[in-house]
């Protein structure tokens, strides 16, 4: 968390509502944020204006006029949040600082002050994201070295087939492949547990031998929880406990709770160390 519905909506709320802004005030309150940035401050955006902002897998591409472009990775509790003067706010990503509180937050590491009165609160409250500024002709060398796979959701989008492929060549637990931004990019923890659940596929089976029609559930199965994330603007987890709005998640965060389908209750695992959510009625080891 953030995922990738969480940071396609931080995506959504920069480019809806910054786009044509200037910049007219930077304030870096933790330089580390910046590491390994090939411009080493932010200083030569002040004056520029956001020209759009792109999504690939977990990374936010937010494009600066005269061709720079800033780079940025949520990690584990990354948060956008635009805020005006009239306390009108759009937020995006991890659920602390609360989204209804005030801004800055003792989490929050950067504030850039628009041409509007609108600010942008970057918050982090476990420090592990990053940003990186660069001429935005090197966003796609940069972008490649990730290594990442396609994309779970829209243009693109991964094919059942090549889905197949990838999870051919691994005999580790499926949740565990799934997680491979190689394998499908962009999915973590919470979704792929949701995919799962609706795909009725326990976790840690080994992953090839995931097939036929399994294999076309799955694929359909990522690319419905995804959609479902986006739509709702991100999942509401605190704490380990997830908030579902409309059923959803389903089984991430609910622990002990009844399963939304055949009403079991929701058991906690790990897998490939990490916390993992399933329903044993709909998904049973085989
Ligand atoms: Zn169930």
Known sequence: MPELPEVETMRRIVERELTGRRLSSIDLRLPKLLRGSPLPTLDSLLGRTVTGARRRAKVLVIDWSDGLSLLAHFKLAGQLAVVWPDGRRAVAGHPIPDPGGPYPHKATHLLLGFDDGSTLYHSDLRQFGWLRLMETAAVGAALAAFGFG?????????????????LARRRIPVKQALLDQGVVAGLGNIYVDEALHRAGIHPARPANGVVGGELLRL????????????????????????????????????????????????????????GTYFCPGCQPVP
Do not use: S
């Not at 396609?150 to 990838?166: F, Q």
């Not at 987890?237 to 002990?256: E, L, M």
């Open 150 to 166: 396609p994309e779970g959701v829209g243009p693109g989008a991964i094919t059942a087939e090549h889905l197949g492929n990838r």
């Open 219 to 274: 694929h359909e199965a990522i690319g419905w929880a995804l959609e479902r994330g986006i739509e709702q603007g991100g999942a509401t987890i605190v704490h380990q406990r997830a908030y579902p709005r409309d059923g959803f998640p389903a089984v991430h965060g609910r622990q002990g709770e009844p399963c939304m389908v055949c009403g079991g209750p929701i058991v906690k695992t790990r897998v490939g160390g990490r």
